[in-house]
């Protein structure tokens, strides 16, 4: 639900920003992330594991944003959304927690600071991303006594801070390319399963992308 009002609010305050703007700036990005997480989990004897990892993957989001130009620099109003889902790892927590995790549905607000030099633009970023992490293959978890956990797929809701640091290049036909490297810092989530064992973890994403994008 905050994910939501979120997102509804800032499309509102994008579309309130059209008669300021004086460009909108339409495009693709992919990317490169590695997301690091640290950690713990329960095991059968209700001890605490504490553990720590990181995963890397590829993936594409589109965004859309409102440029407003001013007399030192421009400055534009972002959403990025990236509603595909992409395998993250795979927890082996071996009598602790075992599952597969799956982030999708990433959305970032922002505000992106430009300042130009020539057809160089230097940029830098300040957002909120939100995304879904969902918890599947979960039912090998077992008891001492050996009773599987009866555990369904899990979703859980990820928020944190975004902020990153680019280099836009002007090409023909108020086209561009821009290379950027960004972190958000996630909050901590926490599951616990039919058969009490928790794993609670807070993760951080790095990621370096390129973006292709058109001005209007």
């Known amino acids: 639900m905050i994910k939501k009002i979120t997102i509804a609010l800032f499309a509102l305050l994008l579309g309130n920003a059209v008669a300021n703007a004086d460009s909108t700036n339409i495009g693709l990005k992919v990317s490169y992330g590695t997301m690091d997480a640290s950690g713990s989990h329960t095991t059968n004897d209700g001890a605490t594991v504490n553990a720590s990892g990181d995963a890397s993957f590829p993936f594409g989001s589109i965004f859309i944003e409102r440029q407003i130009s001013t007399d030192n620099i421009d400055i534009a109003l972002g959403l990025d959304i990236n509603p595909t889902t992409q395998e993250v790892d795979k927890l082996g927590g071996g009598d602790g927690f075992d599952a597969t995790v799956d982030m999708g549905n990433l959305y970032t607000a922002y505000i992106q600071p430009m300042k130009k030099s020539g057809n160089v633009t230097f940029f830098a970023k300040l957002g909120y991303s939100q995304a879904d992490i969902d918890i599947a293959n979960i039912s090998r978890q077992a008891t001492t006594a050996g009773t599987a956990s009866t555990d369904g797929p899990q979703s859980k809701s990820l ?58």
């Open 159 to 216: 928020e944190g801070p975004m902020f990153g640091l680019g280099i836009q290049v002007d090409t023909a036909s108020s086209s561009f390319v821009r290379l950027e490297a960004s972190r958000t810092d996630f909050d901590e989530i926490s599951h616990t399963n039919s058969n009490g064992k928790v794993v609670k973890a807070d993760a951080e994403l790095d990621a370096i992308s390129i973006s292709f994008g058109k001005s209007f």
